[in-house]
């Protein structure tokens, strides 16, 4: 156990729709790194926070967003979903920004149908 | 981009030790080797990291050449459950103002063989 809880574990949505999907940090780990993994696709780095700001982007599409709470817990939103947004989504947590290793939740699987 | 180049797949006989390698020729004087594994379709797993010194933990040893452009990590005595895909990648050390995103690149499939 990670100590990264993911929320839900499992979705499946129809076209058009909006989700979001929730991460929860290991105790006391102030940055979230969020990535998204097709089928047999690699790990695509989506966006981090740090202490509730915005740090790094990656290739994330305009349709998903994302933000970290105060209490420190992060919500992904993916919105007007298409069928090629069916991956896993992964959320993971570090106490800093950078130097240390990163913990990663058990993923979210997302169906687009 | 990931800054590291790995082999795409790898065999090894379980009880046998794995030797992963990695090369990151362009790799910067403060930026670590981090090793990850990611089991199918579970989260990756962080196994090792280091700077310029050889280092060794429960999972794993990490052996990182001299001129910093390569390492290996070691799985002393493979198992069927170390099957994965294992992910070299460089990473900045601790500072506020680094972009330090993680990006994993295709890593190597490393099949242990009974």
């Known amino acids: 156990d990670s100590g990264v809880t993911q929320t839900p574990k499992h979705l499946i949505t129809a076209t058009g729709q909006r989700v979001t999907l929730r991460c929860s940090p290991r105790?006391?780990?102030?940055?979230v790194y969020w990535y998204q993994q097709s089928l047999d696709q690699g790990l695509q780095f989506l966006i981090q926070y740090y202490n509730g700001e915005e740090r790094a982007k990656g290739n994330i599409l305009e349709r998903f967003s994302a933000q970290q709470f105060p209490d420190l817990h992060s919500e992904l939103n993916l919105s007007s979903l298409e069928l090629g947004d069916s991956a896993l989504y992964f959320c993971a947590s570090s106490p800093n920004p950078g130097g240390t290793e990163a913990f990663f939740g058990q993923g979210t699987r997302l169906t687009v149908v | 981009d990931a800054k590291t180049t790995q082999p795409t797949s790898m065999d090894c006989a379980e009880g046998r030790a794995a030797n992963l390698p990695c090369n990151h020729s362009?790799?910067?004087?403060?930026?670590?080797v981090y090793w990850y594994r990611q089991i199918h379709s579970q989260g990756p797993q962080y196994i090792i990291h280091?700077?310029?010194n050889n280092e060794t933990n429960e999972m794993a040893s990490l052996i990182i050449t001299e001129d910093r452009k390569s390492s290996t990590l070691i799985l002393p005595h493979a198992t069927l459950r170390d099957t994965a895909v294992y992910y070299c990648?460089?990473?900045?050390?601790?500072?506020?103002?680094?972009?330090?995103?993680?990006?994993f690149g295709k890593g190597t499939r490393l099949h242990i063989l009974p």
């Open positions: 280091g700077l310029k």
């Open positions: 990648i460089v990473r900045p050390d601790e500072g506020e103002n680094r972009d330090d995103k993680i990006i």
């Open positions: 105790s006391g780990d102030l940055s």
């Open positions: 362009t790799i910067s004087g403060n930026e670590y």
